[in-house]
């Protein structure tokens, strides 16, 4: 008898113990959940309170993610239009007037020989004409000249061609050497008008050149607003540390923890950086809808940006300004809290 009621004693006490545990637990998590609420209060309060700092962190807080995207968008958009103009690109090789279309098929024979060579198009002396009276089709004073005997004249005088595309249009060795090296591309080759190698290629020099320095020099301005929003952000906390220095030497009295003391000013720098990440969010989605049309209309390709702007994963871009406001707001808030709290 006396183990069987040791056994219920030893129960009853495990089960109050657990029902402790869990009341204890329970209260532990609503205390943890008065404090943030606590914490985020205060914080909202300081921005209120500091109303002209806090805006002008804002502002240069949004600057700074505004010159970040633009940044991307120029990189990338440059990047592409290069790549489409390379990929337009083809090399025009002319060959002496009515070569035939037989010798003409030998001869893309010899160049598909070349792994560089992506596509291969020639055209007759014959077709050639087709395409010069197609592209003056609206001249009239180009047709009312071009009699039976003008005809004759001008395809025995129109070379054949040979029009190219290739993978890299950086490295063209190889198709040089079949081309001006080679003996059947000697044989029929137009020696007084040369191939276009180069055609396009400063243009495309000059637009990679153009994305390397939209690139460097976004990034070097980026990163002096970037300072520029800490230092602000720095300042305002500084200021709001010891404007309330007499409130946090009163809570480190009653024994507040420093998570407590800190959180308030790492909520109101976050405050400002999440609505820094909306407006700058904001501002570029409208700033390059509204240039697209006419980036477009210079040649630009912006069709991979207006993908992602036009889609659902604008909600995705949105939420990376949002996050990226707060984290800048959140470092700078930390330093400042680092450096000057521990001197009140």
Excluded at 10 to 23: A, E, M, P, W, Y
Excluded at 84 to 108: C, G, H, Q, R, V
Excluded at 225 to 254: C, D, G, N, P
Aim: glycine content about 4%.
């Amino acid at each position: 008898m006396a183990n069987e009621d040791k056994a219920v004693k030893t129960k009853k006490i495990k089960n109050v113990s657990k029902k402790s545990l869990r009341t204890m637990q329970k209260n532990k998590n609503r205390h943890i959940l008065r404090e943030r609420a606590r914490i985020v209060k205060y914080g909202t309060k300081g921005f209120g309170r500091n109303i002209w700092l806090s805006t002008a962190a804002t502002v240069v807080m949004a600057i700074t993610l505004i010159i970040l995207f633009v940044t991307i968008v120029a990189s990338v958009i440059l990047t592409n239009t290069a790549e489409m103009m390379k990929d337009k690109i083809d090399i025009t090789i002319y060959f002496k007037p009515n070569t035939s279309a037989e010798n003409l098929e030998k001869l893309t024979e010899e160049i598909k020989k070349d792994p560089n060579i992506k596509s291969v198009e020639t055209s007759t002396s014959e077709e050639e004409y087709k395409k010069f009276l197609e592209e003056n089709a609206d001249s009239d004073e180009v047709l009312d000249i071009l009699d039976e005997e003008m005809t004759k004249l001008m395809i025995g005088k129109m070379q054949s061609t040979m029009r190219i595309k290739v993978y890299n249009v950086d490295d063209l060795t190889s198709v040089k050497s079949i081309v001006e090296d080679g003996e059947l591309f000697q044989t029929y080759t137009d020696k007084e008008k040369a191939p276009t190698y180069d055609v396009n290629r400063a243009e495309i020099a000059t637009i990679t050149s153009w994305a390397r320095i939209a690139r460097t020099s976004g990034i070097i301005l980026a990163a002096v607003f970037l300072v520029i929003s800490i230092l602000i952000i720095f300042s305002t906390i500084r200021m709001a540390i010891f404007s309330r220095r007499e409130e946090i030497y009163m809570m480190k009295l009653v024994g507040a923890d420093k998570s407590f003391i800190r959180g308030p000013f790492l909520v109101e720098a976050e405050i400002c950086g999440v609505i820094a990440g909306i407006v700058s969010a904001t501002a570029s989605y409208f700033g390059f809808k509204f240039l697209a049309p006419k980036l477009a209309g210079y040649g630009i390709d912006v069709s991979s940006i207006s993908d992602i702007l036009e889609s659902n994963k604008l909600i995705i871009v949105f939420l990376i300004f949002i996050v990226a406001g707060a984290l800048i707001g959140r470092i700078s808030a930390r330093l400042a809290v680092s450096k000057y709290l521990h001197k009140t």
